[in-house]
């Protein structure tokens, strides 16, 4: 092969011109995911993804297709390191999605040792086949530096007359260096990192509202329902379309508590719900000062009372659409008490607040336990979605969401219920003297199953209602004898 020689600040240097360079220092994918929206399966329009992590870059393609490209051996370390690497997608109506937790969850580490000269790799956690989402044959794999080397080992998958095993990943060229067990294991990632299929959550609520008439007699004019007289509730939920095509009955119930204030934390299913009994303790309070949504400290004054240690639940107003729970941080009372004290809170404002809005100080009298919370939700939410019925839970509650490291408190609704079996509703839902009803916001949800009924009125055949998050909702409901 043709060899160069040349002199680089007086260091002779030999350049191979025939060699194949490096697959680690040409551009490859580096992350790799589709983006779909959650309910209807289809890709968003002007999907957006953006990145903090220094050399490399964005790319979104057709399809929901996104990711990131770059050199592996300029960002090796990254592609290792937890945290190290992060994106994030949007698109304008849904909430943006950080995918920093999907990367490391993404990543891998050996589970036995690798001798020199090594072409397979046991790995964990495993990446099923067929068909394999990550360890596919052309694909990089970068494996952490050894004690003393230079640069981590790049590999690509190797293909195989027969399907490996899960855990087991084939690579050529062979490990260099050995890979002793240790304690914390070797780390390493394929490339690209694939993430599964990122589901994102439209932005606002879904508005279902309509008009209950009846029919006194046969052929006269519809009339409003008596209130006092008429029961709605939802007797299922389909929470996407894939669902909807394939059931013709609603495949969840009806257990989802619409939410006073947008979430300001994410939260894994499983995440433990209780329903808190809060009491006014202590004088009225007021904000010293306007707060604007965001604001994480108040101006409050009096502050005696409260723990200087922080954990106090506030109430800021006290009805209306900008109620909210807050909780106080710790906080330096001043040496004056005829001044405000500026108190921080653990999750920031929902709405903006007015100088001299009431805030009350609440205690907690008493918790139940609530299901569980059977579906992912992140910050942005404004529903939670329940693992269990909602029927024996307060129609207004102050709901707690715990999930270990990050807890908040707020105002909370349970959806209107029908159990067929038992024929009862559950969280009644109240019509006016016109007839004029709306349901709590939803979200999340595709399609829901309702039932009505009134006094004196024939039995009304369940309603299939298909949700357009784009649109108000009108569900009318007409009782003929």
Known sequence: MARLHVDVEGQPRTVALDDPRAPQIETWALLRTRVVDEVSGEPPRNLRLVTRTPCVQPRVADDGLCGLVGRPRAVAGALLTDGALNAEVSAPGYLPRVLDAAIDA?????????????????????????????????????????????????????????????????????????????????????????????????????????????????????????????????????????????????????????????????????????????????????????AAAGTRALLLHPWSGLAAGGGDVLQIEASGAERELVTTAAFTAPADARLPARVPITTPLAFPHAALAPVQALSETATSALPALAREAQRGDRVLFAAGPLAAAPTELALRIDTGSRTELCLARCLPGYDSVADTFAHGLQADTDGRFALPPLARVARLRVVAAHDGQAALPAIDLALDPTADNVLPVLFTP
Do not use: K, N
């Open 106 to 290: 993404a990543r891998r580490r050996l589970t036995t040792a690798a001798a020199p000269g090594a072409d397979a790799l046991d790995v964990a956690p495993p990446d099923p086949v067929p068909p394999r989402s990550q360890f596919r044959p052309g694909r990089g794999v970068l494996v952490e530096r050894a004690a003393g080397a230079d640069d981590e080992e790049f590999a690509i998958v190797r293909a195989l007359a027969a399907a490996p095993s899960a855990a087991q990943v084939a690579i050529t060229p062979p490990l260099a260096a050995a890979r002793a067990l240790r304690v914390p294991p070797w780390r390493l990632t394929g490339v690209p990192i694939e993430l599964p299929e990122q589901r994102l959550h439209r932005a606002g609520v879904i508005a279902v509202a309509g008009q209950a008439l009846r029919q006194p007699a046969a052929g006269a004019l519809p009339v409003p329902v008596v209130p006092a007289q008429f029961r709605l509730g939802v007797v299922g939920l389909w929470w996407t379309d894939a669902e909807v095509h394939a059931a013709s009955s609603p495949p969840h119930g009806p257990d989802l508590l619409a939410l006073g204030a947008a979430l300001a934390f994410d939260h894994a299913a499983g995440a433990a719900l209780q329903a808190c009994t809060l009491a006014a303790a202590g004088p009225q309070r007021r904000l010293r000062g306007a």
